[in-house]
Every structure is written in structure tokens, then in C-alpha cells.
């Protein structure tokens, strides 16, 4: 199962891709939408569709992820944030897949194994289930986070089972030393 | 030109399709999309997406106008509303369309002639401009008022000129008791 975590914004969409093979994670891809260049708000919701309709072709995943938020700092930061959540999701359930929904506390649990985390520790939890060096970008790896949430909480795969054997790595989030 | 006016929200999304013929005004059709029966919230933005690629296909608009929201009641509520514009714009750019926004105060002024309008009156004057016996819904009233704007503020049609001659209702916005 390929699963494509998204973390939308309306400057810079984060997007991950894994897939889970068996029981274990292998990291397929990851990256960020940057909407700067569009002429108007309408073209920024235009790139960010449009961006996850081509990873969407490229990878075939199976189901899409995406973070829920529950807060906002203020009404029109809000407004923007959902409009680039809704082209977002459209691009998915327009392509037939179903979307899950994760709560922030959600998607710490399932990657760090505690809700209060902080942001740098699922980063570098992220970059350790999956065998990476590096993560370019803050919102790609919060994508991958989602999707590695969506993997586990779907029941394929144990959270003690989250090894990248890909690579040689043989870790599990009760060895890192976060 | 036709321009499809849009009014978007998670629940009802309203949307009025005018055309600009010479210059008068010509009603072509309005409507609500309702998302009640879609499984979840994403289910609800892809009936909103799918209703207006369907309304697009039917009358080929060369513009869409949507109402610009400056404020909502809570960021929760600004997220749901922000992720249905989100979905209603998305509709739009991905069929080529030009996007163009405006304020609810621009729309008054350009409908009833000054921007401290009242909502009933918006809707009595976009009937009698429209020449429509009555409008079912408020969220349809409420998009084809933001297409007259469009239509006025794009120039080719004087607000002293929207008259519907179409059925003989010879009725400028200087004339209406509201």
C-alpha cells in the first residue's frame, strides 16, 4: 500500500510518499508545492491541485493522508489555510481516493509514541523510521509524518514494527535517542 | 459573456449563472449544491467540486466571480468555509477559467448601489434586475449577485443599464422601492 501524506499551506504544500511493503516503511518520495510564483490566490489553490494531481500520476499511491487542524491563529490565517486544505483534498478524492484525517496529537503518538512531542522530535523520529539523512524541507517531513500515522493507525504495520530495512536501519522508536 | 457566480460554504454552495448580452442582463440559471449526503468532510468538498464542474460543462461561463470573506465568526469555522472555497475555486482554474474576488461591500454597491445595503435588499434588487418572481435559495441570491458585480465591474455593462428586457421588466436600481 502507498500511502501520500500532504501538509497543505497556502505558500508551501508538503507532500511524502510511503509505502508500506509487508511490515515494514520504505520512503518513496518527498518534496514541497511552492505557490509563490501565481499571479493571485486563485493560481496559488491552481499550483497546489495541480502539483499533487502530477505526484498523484507519478506514484499511484493507494491513499492520501492529511494532518486536521483544529486551531488557527486568527480567522483570515484560517481562511487561507483552508482553501489550500480544500485544493488539497480535492486533488485526491477528484483521483478516487479516500482521504484519512489525523489530529496533530495523533500523528505525534504514532511516529514519536507520545502526544506532547516536539516539532524536532518527530522531525528527526521521521528521518529514522525512514532511513534518511536529511528531509529538505520542515513541511515535507510533516507530511511523511502523516502518512507514516495513516500507515500505522490503518493497522498494517505495528508502530514497534517501523523499520526502514531498506537501508540497513534497524531501528524502531524505542532505540532512537530523540 | 456569461459569468458564473459562486457562493461557497461546507453545507449549501450557491451559484447563479449570468449572461452579459449587449447590454442587459440575461438570468440563465441558479442553484443550490448541497453536501448533506457525502460520507465526511472530504466527500463534501468533492460534491461541491463535482456539482460546479457539472454546472461548468453545462453553460461554458468565460468567468467566475466569487465573494471575498474577510472575517468569520471563529477560526473553526473560518477553516470549513476556507476548505469549500478552497474546492469551488479549484472547479473553476482547473477548467481555465479567470478567478475574480470581491468584497461583500463591493457587491452591495455594484447590486444595490451603496454598501451598507441590507441583506434583503441585495436579494429584492437581484430579482427585479434578474426579472425572477422569486429566488429559492439565499446562498443562489447571494451568487448571482456576485456575478451582476462581476459583470459591472468588468465594465461591459453600466449598473444604470441592468435592465432584464428579456421579460420586458424595464427596471433600473434607481427605480426599485426596496
Known sequence: MIVLGIDPGSRITG????ENSGNRLVHIDNGAIFTDTAPDFPGRLKTIFDGLMEIIARYHPDQVAVE??????????????????????VAAVHCGLPVAEYSALQVKQAVVGQG??????????VRALLGLPEIAQPDASDALAVAICHINS??????????SRSNKLKTSWRDIKL
Not at 116 to 125: I, L, N, S, T, Y
Not at 154 to 163: E, F, P, R, W
Open 68 to 89: 486536521n487542524i483544529f486551531f488557527a491563529t486568527n480567522p483570515q490565517s484560517a481562511l487561507k489555510l483552508g482553501q489550500a486544505r480544500g485544493a488539497a483534498i
Open 15 to 18: 507532500y511524502g510518499v510511503v
Open 116 to 125: 506532547r512531542a516536539e516539532k524536532g522530535q518527530v522531525q528527526k523520529m
Open 154 to 163: 490503518y493497522g498494517l504495520t505495528q508502530i514497534s514494527a517501523l523499520t
